[in-house]
């Protein structure tokens, strides 16, 4: 590599009394004029800034010779000596959505339906695992890159070939940090997407990334500005940008992770000095004023072009200095332009990096395929649908030509360090401040890919006011009948206790209590629908018990245990297109089921049950309207101790008591206004305002159903999704309930 002979001749002179700038010169190609280097400092989105100087560069005609850049100033030196102009990585950058290309996960819409049932069973943000050996294990990042590295490797596709960075349009070195030795990483070859990904790998917030066997950090630790690298690659003057790493003030040290944040902080300055220290008269130093704009402050981007821009004409009358003439300026950015690539023949498509799952299995619903053209969108699509299993920390792809003359696309898979056992934990609490309380903790358990085939064995275990255990083991079937591929079998099963309250059905007042204890168990064929939805057919039997436990003394109705169980077929059809499974702000869900079957209580009856439930959102700016119905139908007995449905408690009829109206028929409609209120912390999406209006009953039979019977309610109320599941604190109240304040972390 020629930076490394560089940095031996480098070495040589030194002991013969030249300098290594002297040692560069001698070594590069001569221009007769200065070789001009520009130097990228790190900073996260103040970072962005660097895009303003390039245009002010571009501007003034000064052109660049060599680069060197740490972490986001890697990556913006990087997109520029491929070739790239300043306007159009300004475009590239202001169109991203920082919040989805940062994501942990891909969006809602893109899961399985079986990851995003898992969301209404326990939020998603906090997830652990257990490895071979036993031991609890946690992610290793705050963040996903995983948007970050599909950009990237977008961006950089016109130069994919280049392994030598030398041979790029414009000279590069990315500046990195060995994380196990402590030493700095020059990265002068390989891929370009991956090495302007290892310079960005901030340590808790982005996963440390492995590259030649190093497990590479951010190189703002060792080398936040890499003067010294410009100079090493034959710069004769530096152009310096700093868009520096400020100490945070004593009100952020309160948390592990603002006390985190400021040792990187301390470390990152102390070495910035001394690289600044470095600087010879004849070099420029660019500091933008970014004033309180942070490290994390991506949606301001145009904020810090602009700034980058006004910090770069503070210079302007030396920039002229160094300038071209219009003429040679125009040849120099010619040459320096790739234009365009024409997309090559796939051969093949193969995966590589992991050794837990079997990403071939999913080979054939991809959109990229041997026999046609290359095409970036389809390969980001298939990659995104990769991660979409939940099984990778990283999904990225490169293109790999082989030496036959054959290019395919290789997928590049890195499993979860904490997985193929996960675990998540999480939290229902209920309270109206007046004696009505419920609190549940629980834990799920997902084992995913016991077989090639992609076999998932799915536990929920719920301690507390309703006790529940939850078991499945899903089998993908690998048919394809038609248009439908991908069938699965799936055996499951499910056992509960709940403490049911009886009420006198004009007063409200409570007249008993019973507990209900139910078991089921079944067997589905099923059809996934991509990432639309799911179908399932399926044969349930269940038996339960329903006993008085606490009766008033003028209580009428009647008093002794109740035992049935039932068998039934049963179909069971779910889309959802929600963007949320918690405040949702686009989006639709549809969910229905229908058994038909055998009661046998007291003798044997018919059965039939019908529920289902329909959802949708719709936001304009920070607003959103959610609608909500749900319809549950079923023939069982009028005269049963009570319904088997319910309805009443925050958001499922405010105003009423928790399953104070109930039925073996219920109608409920819900319309949902909410506001987002700010920018939430690191353990919330969003903090919400919000007000609701609903309607509904319940009817011992479905014969007995009357719109005139509804009941209405209403609610106010702060929220937030957090990692533990929603949170509510609102005011409630109802015509023919009562008012009054409820506190709720878990869904309605």
């Known amino acids: 590599m020629q930076w490394r002979v560089l940095l031996l001749l480098c070495a040589g002179l030194l002991s013969a009394g030249l300098s ?96 995003k049932e898992e969301d ?63 030493e700095a990483v020059i990265l002068g070859e390989g891929d370009l997407a991956t090495a302007l990904r290892s310079s960005m790998s901030v340590p808790g917030v982005f996963p440390p990334i492995e590259v030649d066997g190093h497990v590479l950090g951010d190189g703002g630790l060792v080398n936040n500005v890499p003067i010294d690298v410009a100079r090493a690659m034959g710069a004769d003057i530096v152009i310096a940008v700093n868009i520096g790493t400020p100490l945070a003030g004593r009100e952020t040290l309160s948390s592990a992770l603002g006390l985190t944040a400021q040792m990187i902080n301390i470390l990152t300055e102390q070495n910035v000095k001394r690289s600044l220290a470095t600087l010879l008269a004849r070099d420029l130093l660019i500091a933008p004023d970014l004033g309180a704009l942070t490290s994390g402050d991506f949606n301001r981007a145009a904020d810090f072009i602009r700034i980058g821009t006004e910090g770069a004409d503070a210079l302007q009358p030396q920039l002229a200095e160094l300038a071209l003439p219009a003429g040679d300026y125009a040849a120099w950015r010619t040459a320096r332009h790739t234009g365009t690539v024409p997309s090559p023949q796939l051969a093949f498509v193969a995966f590589e990096g992991t050794s837990v799952t079997n990403p071939s299995r999913f080979e054939g619903q991809l959109q990229s395929q041997p026999g046609q053209p290359f095409d970036p969108d389809k390969a980001a699509r298939d990659a995104r649908h990769l991660a979409a299993s939940g099984d990778y920390v990283r999904a990225d792809y490169r293109l790999v030509d082989t ?21 998540r934990v999480g939290l229902d609490l209920s309270t109206d401040f007046g004696g009505h309380s419920a609190f549940n903790i629980k834990i799920s358990h997902n084992r995913h890919w016991l077989t090639p085939s992609g076999t998932e064995w799915r536990n929920r275990l719920q301690i507390g006011e309703v006790p529940q255990l939850y078991s499945e083991i899903y089998h993908p079937l690998n048919w394809t009948i038609g248009l439908w591929n991908d069938w699965f079998v799936a055996g499951w099963g499910l056992a509960e206790r709940r403490v049911l309250s009886l009420y006198r ?48 003394a003028d209580y009428a109705g009647p008093t002794s245990a109740e035992t049935w169980n039932e068998t039934a077929v049963r179909a069971h059809v779910v889309v959802d297109q929600l963007d949320y499974a918690n405040f949702p702000q686009f989006g639709y869900r549809l969910e229905g089921e229908a058994q038909f079957g055998r009661r046998h209580h007291e003798g044997s009856q018919s059965l039939s049950r019908l529920e289902g439930q329909v959802s949708g959102a719709y936001s304009w700016g920070a607003q959103t309207l959610n609608v909500f119905g749900l319809m549950e139908m079923s023939d069982a007995r009028a005269d049963a101790i009570v319904g088997q449905y319910s309805l009443g408690g925050f958001q499922r009829l405010s105003g009423y008591q928790p399953n104070q109206l109930a039925g073996n028929a219920v109608l409920f409609g819900r319309l949902n206004w909410y506001m987002r209120l700010a920018e939430p912390p690191v353990f919330a999406r969003g903090f919400f305002v919000g007000a609701s209006l609903e309607a509904g009953n319940a009817w011992a039979s479905r014969r007995q159903v009357s719109l005139g019977d509804l009941r209405g309610g209403a609610s106010l109320y702060l929220g937030a999704d957090t990692g533990i599941g929603p949170m509510y604190l609102g005011l409630t109240w109802a015509p023919q309930g009562e008012a009054g304040l409820a506190l709720m972390i878990g869904r309605p």
């Not at 030496?403 to 675990?423: M, S």
Request: charged share 25%; hydrophobic share 40%; glycine share 12%.
């Open 20 to 115: 290594c700038a002297q040692a560069a010169a001698e070594a590069a190609p001569p221009l007769g004029r200065p070789r001009i280097g520009l130097v990228l400092s790190g900073g996260g989105a103040r970072g962005l800034a660097h895009v303003g100087v390039l245009k002010v560069l571009e501007r003034e005609h000064v052109p660049v010779d060599v680069i060197a850049g740490t972490s986001m100033g890697a990556i913006v030196g990087g997109l520029y000596a491929s070739g790239m102009k300043a306007d159009d990585i300004e475009r590239e950058l202001r169109r991203i959505d920082w919040n989805k290309l940062f994501a942990t996960r891909v969006s809602r819409q893109q899961l399985s339906q079986r990851r």
């Open 505 to 552: 059905p004009d007063a409200g007042s409570e007249i008993g209590q019973l507990r209900r204890s139910t078991s089921r168990v079944g067997v589905d064929l099923g059809q996934p629908w991509g990432s639309l939805g799911e179908l399932r057919l399926g044969l349930t039997h269940q038996i339960g018990r329903t006993e008085p436990t606490l009766l008033a």
């Open 120 to 182: 209404f069973e326990i939020a998603s943000a906090i997830e652990l695992g257990i490895d071979d050996e036993g031991s609890f294990r946690a992610p290793q990042g705050a963040v996903s890159s995983r948007g970050l590295e599909t950009l990237l490797r977008r961006l950089t596709l016109a130069v994919r070939s280049t392994a030598h960075f030398d041979k790029l349009p414009i000279p590069f070195r990315a500046v990195a940090t060995n994380m196990e030795t402590g």
């Open 403 to 423: 030496t036959n003359g054959a290019t395919g696309v290789v997928f590049d898979l890195e499993d979860k360090p904490w997985g193929p056992n996960y675990l």
